[in-house]
């Protein structure tokens, strides 16, 4: 297990810029938002372990999810990454990989997505219609206090609104340094560092 999956933040840091400009007499106030990346139900959450128990018993696949991302249209519904099946031998050996959608209220899994490669997929939150997913070795150990925002640059993303492909994606700088902040906090701790 990762050392900040037993942590409870909740990471929804508003990018925002506020300027103020003068157009001759007038000044004119702009701001600009940028979404924000929302994990959702967290590894640790009871809500994480009911949800995670009950796609696994729909499915007889291991939930890899770090993270359940809320959908930004439904409330009730949320993100599962799973792994099903291998093949091949170690280590070139494929995971059978899939995305659903879960509502919690009514128990209605739909696939989004599947794939079939050398990997493991962990949903880590979602940034608008973009289901963030962490691209992660089938046998990977990082250690006490690695950080996935931090330490890690292989992520991609799943359109909820249109879900045919994964598309790389680049963790923004904020969440870069909320995963080194927490990354010196928990080697504090750990460490003594």
Avoid: H
Wanted: charged share 25%.
């Amino acid at each position: 297990m990762y050392w900040w999956q037993s942590t409870k933040t909740v990471i929804q840091t508003p990018a925002e810029n506020q300027s103020a400009q003068t157009s001759g007499s007038k000044e004119v106030e702009t701001k600009t938002t940028t979404a924000t990346i929302e994990q959702g139900y967290g590894y640790d959450s009871q809500q994480f372990e009911t949800y995670a128990s009950e796609v696994k018993s729909k499915t007889n696949e291991v939930v890899e999810s770090f993270y359940l991302p809320k959908s930004p249209s439904n409330k009730d519904v949320v993100f599962v990454s799973t792994s099903g099946d291998t093949t091949g031998e170690w280590p070139n050996m494929k995971s059978t990989n899939k995305i659903y959608s879960y509502n919690i209220k009514t128990g209605e899994l739909s696939k989004l997505y599947e794939e079939q490669e050398n990997r493991l997929l962990r949903t880590m939150g979602i940034e608008g219609s973009k289901l963030i997913v962490m691209y992660d070795g089938i046998d990977n150990s990082p250690g006490p206090c690695f950080s996935v925002w931090a330490d890690w640059k292989d992520f991609g993303y799943l359109d909820v609104v249109n879900p045919s492909t994964l598309r790389p994606y680049t963790a923004p700088d904020y969440q870069v340094q909320k995963g080194k902040e927490e990354q010196k906090k928990c080697e504090q701790e750990t460490f003594g560092q």
